[in-house]
């Protein structure tokens, strides 16, 4: 006893022996319990690495062999990586499905995050902190769901709803909120940021590149969370900011997924600045006129730079935040020549002609993370509204109507405005996306996606995205959306699972929250901020 060191309560007893440690390792290892062959998980994991790492990339590029590792060095890492994997797994047929045992995978992986939500000292690593950046952006659908969709396949039934994805406003706040306080534990922020900040510094080492990459990754998901939830951001990236560039630079920077992170901590750092320079709640709202415009002079400077900086780099047309207007146009056949040079108060800008869906683009995002279709769907909510509202016309001029919304008519769109071709196109868009997976998040919005175009596109066929029979006919008619349409996306809405920031629109949020004022409509048609 006299050599027992005191410290802190729980320390010194679990240095005695009065605390149990946790074995769980072999009952997570999808191997072992027999749910995945070495083969499948070799497979899983190389799925995750071509298809899904650059979206979320926390992870330092590994071979297969190395992910292998992870295995034994990190079971909850391993286990994540795999599951993700197994969601995008592909048949002999080449028709994108789930690995045959998915629903045991996802048993495994509930029972990794409790054990990480009760962990020892030692399970505080850098690892565990990857594993919950993963799930948080990718979380596979509820069991209950899982569940009867398997029944529902293995019995040839088609009648039932997609399984729904986990992923909501709450979950990836309190996953998150789990990673971020690891992080404060083992200090990323400081000791990488010190780093990279001191000019005389000896060379940086890769464990030096893997800290602060996951640091950015928890500023990028943090901020992104509060923008599309409304729930407080926790953690302040000016640091991050100050040293992001430097990092992206180094001979050991993941390019182009490090580049376009720090493109992303200074989108971050801007939305922060704007944040603490009017007082804003730690949601990010109230807007205000004043500090949307200098939030907007802001995102133009950051645009000016990084359409230089990352012009050259594969796919990144479709991969950075857009305004409502190029999120959409960026997943069209027309974005190489029109995207960076779009002005939404300029109708000659636009390319002429359909807005056509980019197959292959719509492939390669279709493995993004869960929040991508947050961004996407309220796009297209976004716009539809602001037309409804009066806000925008057609050609997203603005018009600012000042009648409130159950006193104005229903707007008809024609076929050849930009509007119309933007829904018409966002549509396609997600009929695409729920093609590419029985599991896919996009079946939880693409009904909503739906009842929106229908309120500028009459008559629109949900199941082909085809005009019906007799639409034009209508348009003449001066028939367009009806009220019926309207209540029918509020519902929607409200029951997704997401708290839609309708306060965008005056109000609290539901109906009454979409028939107020509209403020932050910026020059692209957008909020400006991401989406």
């Known amino acids: 006893m006299s050599t027992i060191k005191l410290g802190a309560p729980i320390a010194t007893l679990r240095s005695l022996g009065a605390l149990p440690a946790n074995g769980s390792e072999s009952m997570l290892d999808p191997i072992a319990q027999s749910v995945l062959s070495v083969l499948d998980a070799q497979r899983a994991i190389k799925i995750f690495f071509d298809h899904c790492h650059s979206f979320g990339p926390v992870l330092d590029k590994v071979s297969v062999n190395d992910g292998m590792r992870l295995r034994h060095q990190n079971p909850p890492l391993f286990l994540t990586i795999c599951t993700i994997g197994a969601r995008y797994w592909d048949s002999p047929l080449r028709e994108r499905g789930l690995h045959p045992s998915f629903l045991e995978l996802t048993t495994l992986l509930d029972i990794t995050i409790q054990l990480i939500l009760r962990p020892m000292p030692s399970d505080v690593t850098l690892d565990s902190i990857r594993a919950l950046l993963l799930y948080a952006q990718w979380m596979p659908p509820s069991r209950e769901h899982l569940f009867r969709a398997t029944k529902r396949s293995s019995e040839g039934s088609e009648n039932q709803r997609a399984p729904r994805s986990r992923y909501n406003d709450i979950s990836a706040w309190a996953v998150?909120?789990?990673?971020?306080?690891?992080?404060?534990?083992?200090?990323?922020?400081?000791?990488?940021?010190?780093?990279?900040?001191?000019?005389?510094?000896?060379?940086?080492?890769?464990?030096?590149?893997?800290?602060?990459?996951?640091?950015?990754?928890?500023?990028?998901?943090?901020?992104?969370?509060?923008?599309?939830?409304?729930?407080?951001?926790?953690?302040?990236?000016?640091?991050?900011?100050?040293?992001?560039?430097?990092?992206?630079?180094?001979?050991?920077?993941?390019?182009?997924?490090?580049?376009?992170?720090?493109?992303?901590?200074?989108?971050?750092?801007?939305?922060?600045?704007?944040?603490?320079?009017?007082?804003?709640?730690?949601?990010?709202?109230?807007?205000?006129?004043?500090?949307?415009?200098?939030i907007n002079v802001e995102f133009d400077d950051w645009l000016n730079i990084y359409v230089h900086r990352l012009k050259d780099t594969p796919h990144q047309h479709n991969a950075l935040?857009?305004?409502?207007?190029?999120?959409?146009?960026?997943?069209?056949?027309?974005?190489?020549?029109?995207?960076?040079?779009?002005?939404?108060?300029?109708?000659?800008?636009?390319?002429?002609?359909?807005?056509?869906?980019?197959?292959?683009?719509?492939?390669?995002?279709?493995?993004?993370?869960?929040?991508?279709?947050?961004?996407?769907?309220?796009s297209v909510v976004f716009l539809v509204l602001c037309r409804v509202r009066g806000v925008i016309n057609d050609d997203l001029s603005i018009t600012l109507a000042e009648s409130p919304i159950d006193k104005l008519a229903y707007p008809i769109v024609h076929p050849s405005s930009i509007l119309y071709r933007l829904v018409h196109l966002a549509h396609q868009i997600f009929l695409g996306l729920c093609q590419t997976s029985p599991i896919h998040p996009a079946h939880d919005y693409e009904?909503?996606?739906?009842?929106?175009?229908?309120?500028?596109?009459?008559?629109?066929?949900?199941?082909?995205?085809?005009l019906g029979e007799g639409t034009l006919a209508g348009m003449e008619d001066g028939q367009g959306g009806d009220q019926g349409n309207l209540q029918g996306l509020f519902d929607l809405l409200s029951s997704s699972g997401m708290d839609w920031p309708g306060y965008l629109f005056g109000g609290d949020g539901g109906e009454q929250g979409w028939s107020g004022g509209v403020d932050g409509v910026d020059n692209e048609g957008g909020n400006g901020i991401w989406t």
């Open 176 to 294: 998150l909120g789990l990673a971020q306080r690891y992080a404060l534990f083992l200090g990323p922020d400081r000791l990488s940021v010190l780093r990279f900040q001191d000019p005389h510094t000896e060379s940086i080492t890769p464990t030096d590149m893997a800290r602060l990459r996951i640091w950015h990754n928890l500023i990028t998901c943090d901020c992104n969370l509060m923008l599309t939830s409304g729930l407080p951001a926790s953690l302040d990236p000016s640091s991050a900011v100050r040293v992001g560039r430097t990092f992206s630079e180094q001979q050991l920077a993941q390019l182009p997924e490090d580049k376009r992170v720090t493109a992303l901590v200074e989108l971050v750092g801007i939305t922060h600045r704007a944040m603490m320079g009017r007082e804003w709640d730690l949601g990010g709202r109230p807007l205000d006129l004043v500090s949307l415009k200098k």
């Open 321 to 378: 935040p857009f305004t409502s207007v190029r999120i959409l146009l960026a997943l069209s056949h027309t974005t190489p020549a029109y995207i960076w040079s779009l002005a939404s108060q300029d109708v000659n800008t636009f390319p002429v002609g359909p807005f056509e869906m980019n197959v292959e683009a719509v492939e390669r995002l279709s493995y993004a993370v869960d929040y991508t279709w947050i961004s996407l769907a309220f």
């Open 447 to 466: 009904p909503i996606v739906s009842n929106a175009a229908a309120l500028v596109i009459p008559l629109l066929d949900p199941q082909q995205g085809t």
